[in-house]
């Protein structure tokens, strides 16, 4: 792990700093953690990812939708293309104009707070750095995957979106592409976005909407996502917080996914 990285995290509830240990082997344990002695935190890294969350302890719509992810990881990019065709939506065209929004600059630190499977990197200039955060061990296993094709620098965190492992005003750019519709906790993730962002920073927030899970409720292996979706799919700016700048909510793609933009003021 990388001296600037270590910098930049916290433990995801307590917000502590967090220091790096590196232990002996013993029957296929980790050998590196981030610690918090004086906390008593302990968060293993397993093949490089550090571990915010026990998956078996995640609750709720988070971890139905973990569990969804995690199943369908190695098919996803191909379902995803699947789904978008269906809608007469070009995937390319879709990721380029989501990441042109972003106000990306050489240097930027950028963080994708639901990374998957990372299908956005393409079109992440190389000149920033990129933190991307998810729940699902499987999709970052792909996205570690894609990273390392690339050559890109990016570094990959397993934790939820609604504590997230930074520290306060840390990155340029701060994303959710996708995923937020089924949170446990939308306003809580939105928050944390907003926490760790820093002041000035767009915050842009992007998923599918109503039109399209009812499009796609029926498809076998897409339809794992809309089955029988417990609240209605709409747009969550009542969950920005005040006294943010620049709120600007539309509707893209013929009605097929909702955008949420905003700035924290300076």
Same mark, same amino acid.
């Given at each position: 792990?990388?001296?600037? *990285?270590?910098?930049?995290?916290?433990?995801p &509830?307590? !917000?502590?700093? %967090?220091?790096?240990? *590196?232990?002996?082997p013993?029957?296929?344990?980790?050998t590196?953690?981030? =610690?918090?002695?004086?906390?008593?935190?302990?968060?293993?890294?397993?093949?490089g990812?550090?571990?915010?969350?026990?998956? #078996?302890?995640?609750?709720?719509?988070?971890?139905?939708?973990?569990?969804?992810y995690?199943?369908?990881a190695?098919?996803?990019? %191909?379902?995803? &293309? +699947?789904?978008?065709?269906?809608?007469?939506v070009s995937? #390319?065209?879709?990721?380029?104009?989501f990441?042109?929004?972003?106000?990306?600059?050489?240097?930027?630190?950028?963080?994708?707070?639901?990374?998957?499977?990372?299908?956005?990197?393409s079109f992440i200039p190389?000149?920033?750095?990129?933190?991307g955060?998810?729940?699902?061990?499987?999709?970052?296993?792909?996205? #570690?995957s894609r990273?390392h094709?690339?050559g890109?620098?990016?570094?990959?965190?397993l934790?939820?979106?609604e504590h %997230?492992?930074?520290?306060?005003?840390t990155?340029?750019? +701060?994303?959710?592409?996708?995923?937020i519709?089924?949170?446990?906790? #939308?306003?809580?993730?939105?928050?944390?976005?907003v926490?760790?962002?820093?002041?000035? *920073?767009?915050? =842009?927030?992007?998923?599918?909407t109503?039109?399209v899970?009812?499009?796609?409720?029926n498809v076998?292996?897409?339809?794992a996502w809309?089955?029988? !979706?417990r609240?209605p799919?709409?747009p969550?700016?009542?969950?920005?917080?005040?006294?943010?700048e620049?709120?600007e909510?539309r509707?893209?793609?013929?009605?097929?996914a909702?955008?949420?933009?905003f700035?924290?003021?300076?």
């Amino acid at each position: 792990m990388r001296v600037e *990285t270590l910098e930049i995290l916290c433990s995801p &509830r307590e !917000h502590v700093p %967090l220091a790096l240990e *590196t232990r002996p082997p013993r029957n296929g344990d980790a050998t590196e953690f981030l =610690v918090n002695r004086e906390h008593g935190l302990e968060f293993p890294i397993r093949d490089g990812i550090p571990i915010f969350v026990d998956q #078996q302890a995640i609750s709720g719509l988070n971890g139905r939708f973990r569990r969804i992810y995690d199943s369908w990881a190695p098919f996803y990019d %191909l379902l995803s &293309r +699947v789904g978008l065709a269906i809608l007469g939506v070009s995937e #390319q065209k879709l990721r380029r104009d989501f990441v042109d929004r972003l106000e990306i600059r050489n240097g930027s630190h950028v963080l994708s707070t639901s990374v998957g499977t990372g299908s956005d990197l393409s079109f992440i200039p190389r000149g920033c750095k990129f933190y991307g955060n998810d729940l699902s061990a499987g999709m970052l296993r792909v996205c #570690q995957s894609r990273v390392h094709r690339l050559g890109m620098l990016a570094e990959l965190f397993l934790g939820e979106a609604e504590h %997230l492992p930074f520290r306060d005003e840390t990155f340029d750019v +701060v994303y959710q592409m996708g995923g937020i519709n089924f949170f446990s906790d #939308q306003a809580q993730a939105i928050r944390e976005m907003v926490r760790v962002a820093k002041k000035g *920073t767009r915050i =842009v927030i992007m998923d599918e909407t109503e039109k399209v899970a009812k499009t796609l409720e029926n498809v076998p292996g897409i339809n794992a996502w809309f089955r029988h !979706h417990r609240r209605p799919i709409v747009p969550p700016v009542e969950y920005v917080p005040p006294g943010m700048e620049d709120i600007e909510t539309r509707e893209l793609y013929d009605g097929q996914a909702w955008l949420i933009s905003f700035r924290k003021p300076h």
